[in-house]
């Protein structure tokens, strides 16, 4: 069973950053890709970020390009998200997700294509 586990959450002012983390065990890390997803209250869940399982290849929601950064340690089984320069419109409950296919050679951004899904952290973003 594949665990995802979510940090580094908070609440910060406007122009803030935040560096969120996503622990993973339970099967071979360093073949999936990875994403990360957001979801604020009454919204659908919305792509953010994702990067292959080779670190190559990354792809962001326009509303973030040039401000976060997703990136990926594949000996420590982590995925980062580096968020700059945050806006209060960036609040919403943070997630990581897993590919469900190894190798793909694309990074995908419909939630449907990642099987496994961490609990999610808040962030907040202060005007």
């Known amino acids: 069973q594949v665990q995802l586990v979510e940090s580094g959450g908070g609440l910060v002012q406007a122009g803030g950053s935040l560096r969120l983390s996503c622990a993973a065990s339970?099967?071979?890390?360093?073949?999936?890709?990875m994403g990360w997803f957001r979801q604020a209250p009454g919204k659908e869940r919305e792509f953010v970020a994702g990067?292959?399982?080779?670190?190559?290849?990354?792809e962001y929601v326009d509303s973030v390009k040039d401000r976060f950064t997703i990136s990926r340690d594949n000996a420590k089984n982590t995925v980062y998200l580096q968020m700059n320069s945050l806006k209060p419109e960036d609040t919403a409950r943070y997630y990581c997700?897993?590919?469900?296919?190894?190798?793909?050679?694309?990074?995908?951004?419909?939630?449907?294509?990642?099987?496994?899904w961490g609990q999610g952290t808040q962030v907040t973003v202060s005007s």
């Open positions: 997700a897993a590919d469900g296919l190894a190798f793909r050679p694309r990074v995908e951004t419909s939630p449907l294509k990642y099987d496994y």
């Open positions: 339970g099967r071979t890390f360093s073949i999936y890709s």
């Open positions: 990067i292959s399982w080779s670190g190559g290849t990354t």
